[in-house]
């Protein structure tokens, strides 16, 4: 079964400076991948979706994947204090059906 | 606008009660979700279901059972509930494509 990490556990940026997040998975099963923000005792909010190799911009949230060195990254450009929160990486499979398999998570403090 | 609710959102039950919790869509997908979230494990994932009674095991099915009468009802029974159950819990929904919605979010306190 796939298995997620992510680094780093925690990241504190100022608001302005980039943030940098990774996720790297086990094996070259999954097909898509994305990142979801969750503001605490909330739930999880959508950021990006990625399907190929490359890179995809939403807005102010870039992921970036590698298949070959199983890697998928979120950059966050001009983080704001509002995007403090916890950061989760989930690949699905090829099973397009089957649920999806979560990294624990990156917990981001924005500072102004 | 995409949206996934849930219903309670918060619940202490005692050990041994049975706990239902609701999920529902306005979407109309037919793809449905539960999962839990504990601190050092992350999101788990408990039942899928297909459709109307079409439901299949997670990867944690242990202890809960899922009812699906209705497309956009998806439900989660625990029958007596026990305290390594306390729980964040999540319904999630997918449409045509790869995308889940997740709801809001119940948080079960079993003591």
């Known amino acids: 079964q796939q298995k997620v990490q992510q680094s780093p556990e925690s990241l504190t940026v100022s608001e302005g400076a980039m943030a940098s997040l990774n996720c790297t998975f086990s094996?070259?099963?999954?097909?898509?991948f994305r990142w979801y923000r969750q503001h605490s005792a909330k739930g999880l909010e959508v950021l990006v979706s990625?399907?190929?190799?490359g890179e995809k911009e939403e807005g102010r949230f870039t992921a970036h994947l590698n298949r070959a060195n199983l890697h998928v990254s979120l950059h966050i450009r001009e983080p704001q204090p509002s995007d403090s929160a916890v950061y989760l990486c989930?690949?699905?499979?090829?099973?397009?059906?089957?649920?999806?398999?979560f990294g624990l998570g990156t917990r981001v403090s924005v500072f102004p | 606008d995409m949206k996934v609710t849930q219903m309670p959102r918060y619940l202490i039950k005692r050990m041994g009660e049975n706990v239902l919790l609701e999920c529902g869509q306005d979407?109309?997908?037919?793809?449905m979700y539960w999962y839990r979230q504990d601190p050092g494990l992350g999101l788990q994932l408990i039942y899928i279901?297909?459709?109307?009674?079409?439901?299949s095991e997670g990867d944690i099915p242990k202890g809960y059972r899922v009812s699906r009468k209705k497309r956009e009802h998806f439900s989660l029974i625990l029958d007596s509930a026990k305290t390594n159950q306390t729980s964040v819990y999540f319904c999630a929904s997918r449409g045509t494509t790869y995308e889940q919605y997740f709801g809001p979010g119940t948080r079960l306190t079993v003591l």
């Open positions: 990625i399907f190929s190799d």
């Open positions: 989930a690949a699905n499979s090829n099973n397009y059906a089957q649920g999806l398999t």
């Open positions: 979407m109309s997908h037919e793809t």
């Open positions: 094996d070259g099963t999954s097909n898509n």
């Open positions: 279901s297909y459709d109307v009674d079409s439901n």
